[in-house]
């Protein structure tokens, strides 16, 4: 409570503390202003007269003691009069009191500001608890207006561009906008997944970008998360010399063991009895399995290297598609599936810019998954469709079709759905993956789908490439 009037203060003090308030009085405005600065009072209740300063200034100066703090103020004045209510509440008061003072109304003036105050802390407690959990995300997080303009920043992204903040939202570098402080705009930043920033030490850093748009009412703002990739790509190529190195040392002995195990079935050391033969033949299985598996590992490292090539050129639709029909054919008739093709007459004359090994390769990984999906007496049709921009291969099968749960894993690498393989033969989990790498690289895009046309089960793998395609840059895969 502040007044220069010893009587004022103490009809207010008795009143305040009737109410069950504490209470303590400052005679002059820099008696408040000391006591405030050492103290945090959640009211100020001051006479509108002083003559020391006026209400305005007063106000002015005790709120900038404590900003953080949210200091309420209620001016007392002799009489009830619009004119000195409305200068009162202008000057940055809350709310305004006329002698002489009701008890009654004072006490509830009080209970209201009391529960602004909670509210108030509460909200302040929310808040403060967001920041800090923001502050503590491994991760830079920047928010930005629709025109580029930082609004705010986590800790990480501060200590990354060594911008020192004085408080949470203080920004000490001048600019003050994605471009000064990224190196690029904000259209670049929301088109990119990647991208490579400039560290506050001068050293480059490859980030990943993931970014979210949000509304309030004073508009629209973007929350970007840079994700540092340096510990991923060592992670990758670690990975990749490991599966490189693995596989070519399994190469050599592995070709040394099929070579032997087919001259044991030829009869090169002699006719073996039918047990042996039988036991030949499922070692040269399994060999080949393994070759196999071998041969989709080393593709995963070349695919994932920045030394993978592809030969281009452009060619004719169709005869790679009869070519990878004619080579599933055996697959298919040893376990009882029929291959029938849609559209390939038609539009198979259309001409695309590809690795013609590599597309055949994405059709036998295609084909031989629908042909050991299908159940005997099946059929497994590859659908060719073209429109005015793309080109649409599909291959569908008539098999279980592909589980919800298993949906999200399918195209990952070493995801596979037993309970959905029909042939007996086990998956290393690689092709579909391998197939999503190389189709990519291609410019395109594979999709799996239920069967929609009667009757409806199985499922429907869709390779979309572009009639009009531009290579893609070479890129760590995930």
């Not at 790498?437 to 239920?450: C, H, K, N, S, T």
Request: aromatic fraction near 4%.
């Amino acid at each position: 409570m502040v007044s220069d009037s010893a009587a004022s203060l103490a009809t207010l003090r008795a009143l305040v503390l009737a109410a069950g308030y504490m209470a303590n009085t400052a005679a002059s405005a820099s008696a408040a202003l000391a006591h405030v600065q050492a103290q945090e009072p959640d009211l100020v209740l001051l006479d509108l007269r002083s003559p020391e300063l006026d209400s305005c200034e007063l106000t002015r100066r005790l709120r900038l003691l404590h900003e953080d703090h949210l200091l309420q103020v209620i001016v007392v004045g002799a009489t009830h009069d619009d004119e000195q209510v409305i200068h009162a509440l202008r000057s940055g008061a809350d709310d305004y009191l006329a002698r002489p003072l009701s008890a009654t109304l004072l006490a509830a003036k009080l209970h209201h500001s009391a529960g602004r105050q909670r509210l108030q802390s509460r909200l302040a407690r929310l808040a403060q608890r967001q920041l800090d959990i923001i502050d503590n995300i491994a991760d830079a997080v920047i928010t930005l207006d629709v025109n580029g303009h930082v609004e705010d920043m986590n800790a990480m992204a501060h200590a990354l561009f060594d911008t020192r903040p004085t408080s949470h939202h203080a920004l000490p570098w001048s600019g003050g906008d994605c471009l000064s402080l990224l190196g690029l705009p904000l259209a670049e930043l929301l088109s990119r997944r990647e991208c490579q920033l400039r560290r506050a030490d001068g050293s480059w850093l490859s980030v990943d970008i993931s970014c979210q748009e949000w509304r309030e009412l004073s508009g629209m703002f973007y929350t970007l998360v840079l994700r540092d990739l340096t510990e991923k790509r060592a992670n990758e190529q670690r990975q990749n010399e490991f599966l490189a190195t693995v596989s070519h040392e399994l190469r050599t002995p592995l070709t040394s063991v099929l070579g032997s195990l087919g001259l044991l079935a030829g009869g090169a050391a002699g006719r073996l009895p039918a047990a042996a033969m039988q036991l030949a033949a499922v070692a040269q299985r399994n060999g080949k399995r393994l070759s196999r598996l071998i041969d989709d590992l080393l593709d995963i490292t070349k695919i994932r290297s920045d030394q993978f090539v592809q030969h281009q050129r452009e060619q004719a639709v169709g005869p790679l598609l009869q070519e990878a029909l004619l080579a599933s054919q055996a697959y298919a008739g040893s376990l009882g599936v029929q291959l029938e093709a849609e559209g390939v007459e038609a539009h198979g004359g259309t001409e695309l810019r590809l690795d013609a090994d590599r597309f055949l390769q994405v059709m036998a990984n295609l084909l031989s998954n629908a042909i050991k999906h299908s159940p005997a007496g099946e059929v497994v049709k590859l659908r060719l469709a073209v429109t005015s921009a793309v080109l649409r291969v599909s291959v569908i099968d008539r098999g279980p079709g592909i589980e919800p749960a298993f949906r999200s894993q399918l195209f990952n690498q070493f995801s596979k759905n037993e309970a959905g393989d029909l042939g007996g033969q086990p998956s290393s989990g690689l092709g579909l993956y391998i197939s999503r790498l190389l189709v990519e690289r291609m410019g395109g895009q594979i999709d799996a789908d239920p069967v929609a046309e009667p009757p409806s089960h199985g499922a429907s793998f869709t390779v979309t490439l572009p009639l009009a395609f531009q290579p893609t840059m070479n890129r760590s895969a995930a």
